[in-house]
């Protein structure tokens, strides 16, 4: 398990990547910022799956909603950094990690494959997990088009899936992270999320690229849910 507090490390040398035939100039950007990402150096030294797992650190540092017995739903898990830091930080509760895609195994958390826009996606997850969580994590992302307003309905529509599981879920009190692009949530989303938590708040993570519109909806204090109550009683 990799060990809390890694942090990036200092300045390093700048590395060119070669040209390489039949490789497109999009592609070579993209290894040669890899290479020279020092979250991407320090995750791996780590021993996460990837430079993700950074970003999470840095919000649960400042909204605190892991903790020791947590129970967490991890959705769009893959490869499983988020779900790396949840079991450090979470070690006598337990970590469900979805994705839509086939994941590797994560020795101490429950890997699960699931589509949250199937029809019967909340019944099987609540056959799964048996119960209430404390936490709702989504990285969820579709690829990107490049068409800002496209992007930008996709990634709603994932934050929108993520919170209907969160209020079908989550314990009174709960949390839930969702990935959103620059801008934030739209007005309903975000109005949505005031009614349904004490405190709403975004949040752009230093380990999120400086170029990327990508940042976070921290929302704590979940004010709870009939579905919730109804399994409680």
Same mark, same amino acid.
């Given at each position: 398990?990799?060990?809390?507090?890694?942090?990036?490390?200092?300045?390093?040398?700048?590395?060119?990547?070669?040209?390489?035939?039949?490789?497109?100039?999009?592609?070579?950007?993209?290894?040669?910022?890899?290479?020279?990402?020092?979250?991407?150096?320090?995750?791996?030294?780590?021993?996460?799956?990837?430079?993700?797992?950074?970003?999470?650190?840095?919000?649960?540092?400042?909204?605190?909603?892991?903790?020791?017995?947590?129970?967490?739903?991890?959705?769009?898990?893959?490869? !499983?950094?988020?779900?790396?830091?949840?079991?450090?930080?979470?070690?006598?509760?337990?970590?469900?990690?979805?994705?839509?895609?086939?994941?590797?195994?994560?020795?101490?958390?429950?890997?699960?494959?699931?589509?949250?826009?199937?029809?019967?996606?909340?019944?099987?997850?609540?056959?799964?997990? !048996?119960?209430?969580?404390?936490?709702?994590?989504?990285?969820?992302?579709?690829?990107?088009? !490049?068409?800002?307003?496209?992007?930008?309905?996709?990634?709603?529509?994932?934050?929108?899936?993520?919170?209907?599981?969160?209020?079908?879920?989550?314990?009174?009190?709960?949390?839930?992270?969702?990935?959103?692009?620059?801008?934030?949530?739209?007005?309903?989303?975000?109005?949505?999320?005031?009614?349904?938590?004490?405190?709403?708040?975004?949040?752009?993570?230093?380990?999120?690229?400086?170029?990327?519109?990508?940042?976070?909806?921290?929302?704590?204090?979940?004010?709870?849910?009939?579905?919730?109550?109804?399994?409680?009683?």
């Amino acid at each position: 398990m990799p060990p809390h507090g890694n942090k990036p490390p200092g300045r390093q040398l700048h590395q060119r990547v070669k040209s390489a035939k039949g490789r497109k100039l999009s592609s070579t950007l993209w290894l040669q910022r890899q290479l020279n990402d020092p979250f991407v150096a320090a995750a791996k030294a780590a021993g996460y799956r990837s430079r993700a797992a950074f970003k999470l650190e840095e919000m649960d540092d400042r909204f605190k909603f892991l903790g020791r017995r947590k129970r967490v739903l991890d959705l769009g898990a893959a490869p !499983g950094a988020w779900t790396q830091l949840c079991l450090a930080r979470c070690p006598e509760g337990e970590v469900f990690a979805l994705d839509i895609n086939e994941m590797d195994p994560i020795p101490g958390a429950h890997v699960l494959q699931l589509d949250v826009f199937a029809e019967n996606a909340v019944a099987d997850l609540r056959n799964i997990i !048996g119960g209430p969580v404390d936490v709702v994590l989504s990285d969820m992302a579709a690829p990107s088009t !490049g068409h800002p307003q496209t992007d930008h309905l996709r990634i709603m529509a994932l934050c929108e899936a993520a919170l209907d599981l969160a209020r079908h879920f989550l314990v009174p009190g709960g949390a839930f992270v969702a990935k959103v692009l620059q801008g934030g949530a739209e007005h309903s989303l975000l109005e949505q999320m005031k009614r349904d938590f004490r405190a709403v708040k975004h949040f752009k993570p230093k380990a999120s690229r400086s170029g990327s519109a990508e940042m976070y909806v921290v929302a704590t204090g979940f004010r709870g849910s009939v579905a919730i109550e109804e399994e409680l009683e």
